[in-house]
């Protein structure tokens, strides 16, 4: 009798990006409760029919970079009994990152570089998938800058395991999105990123944060994506000219749920308790009216 080898489970991935959590619970911007939403954000994830495996950060984890709020927003994450893996965004600095974390075994990943304040670029496993995070953060400035320099670390961390499907993550989005304030704050030097994703057919999908909207685009071969806002969203306006603004859409994140048959699947997930789940149909089968 022929035993068939069983199959791979699905592993979830849930997407988060820009908690832009301050000290003690403050406001940003005078009016929004981001600690409030990250802990909600939470529920949800925690809610869901299935747990996900390995929960991404794409930057933006903090407002102001300093220790205090890391210290604060390590104290919400640990509600989290999936491993969290982190890396800054615009809003960050790597030093306090990491000096936080520093006593943080699950963090490890995050001194890879061995400076302090060098860029957080890591490659780890998780399940069947490869997580790679690539930090073009400049500090001091509000938009990222891919770095010549780093594109060979990039690649050999690519040519690494070309048969693992592999989630590039970055904070700032490598494509345009209309939306022109953000744009202006862009990553420069995106085609160059372009040409070392395109040699690397294993990446199923570029997550970035940033833009507090969920936004795709074809990039290098691939999707390229930014999440929502667990908080805030990014006001949609597409005038070039339009006001740097907010606004209190409903917040989400996303999940990528990777099948080994039917690949990487993106799903949008409204945070916060939107009811219990209703029948379509009646116990005898019939649709209900």
């Not at 395991?161 to 494509?175: E, K, S, V």
């Not at 949609?236 to 339009?242: E, H, N, S």
């Not at 996303?254 to 209703?278: E, Q």
Request: aromatic share 6%; with cysteine; charged share 20%.
């Amino acid at each position: 009798m022929i035993q068939c080898a069983p199959q791979a489970a699905p592993y979830l991935v849930a997407h988060i990006t820009d908690l832009h959590i301050k000290a003690g619970g403050r406001l940003s911007y005078r009016r929004v409760d981001t600690a409030g939403a990250l802990r909600q954000c939470i529920d949800t994830l925690l809610a869901l029919p299935q747990r996900p495996d390995v929960a991404v950060v794409t930057g933006d984890l903090v407002d102001f970079g300093i220790e205090d709020e890391y210290r604060f927003l390590r104290g919400i994450l640990e509600s989290l009994p999936m491993p969290v893996r982190l890396m800054p965004g615009n809003h960050d600095s790597r030093g306090a990152l990491r000096r936080v974390f520093a006593d943080h075994a699950d963090h490890a990943y995050l001194f890879a570089a061995g400076d302090a304040d060098a860029p957080v670029h890591y490659r780890i496993d998780a399940g069947p998938l490869t997580l790679i995070a690539f930090d073009c953060t400049v500090p001091g400035h509000s938009g990222g800058r891919v770095d010549p320099d780093a594109l060979p670390w990039l690649e050999a961390a690519l040519a690494a395991a070309p048969q693992r499907p592999t989630l590039l993550m970055l904070h700032h989005p490598p494509f345009h999105t209309g939306i022109g304030h953000m744009d202006r704050q862009g990553l420069e030097n995106a085609a160059l990123l372009e040409v070392v994703v395109r040699r690397h057919p294993q990446v199923e999908r570029v997550l970035c944060g940033h833009l507090h909207r969920h936004i795709t685009r074809r990039f290098g071969g691939t999707i390229a994506m930014t999440a929502p806002g667990p908080a805030h969203q990014v006001a949609l306006d597409l005038d070039p000219q339009a006001a740097s603004r907010f606004r209190m859409e409903p917040p989400g994140i996303l999940l990528h749920w990777w099948h080994p048959v039917h690949g990487l699947v993106t799903h949008a997930v409204a945070i916060g308790d939107h009811g219990p789940a209703y029948p379509f149909f009646d116990a005898q089968g019939k649709l209900i009216d």
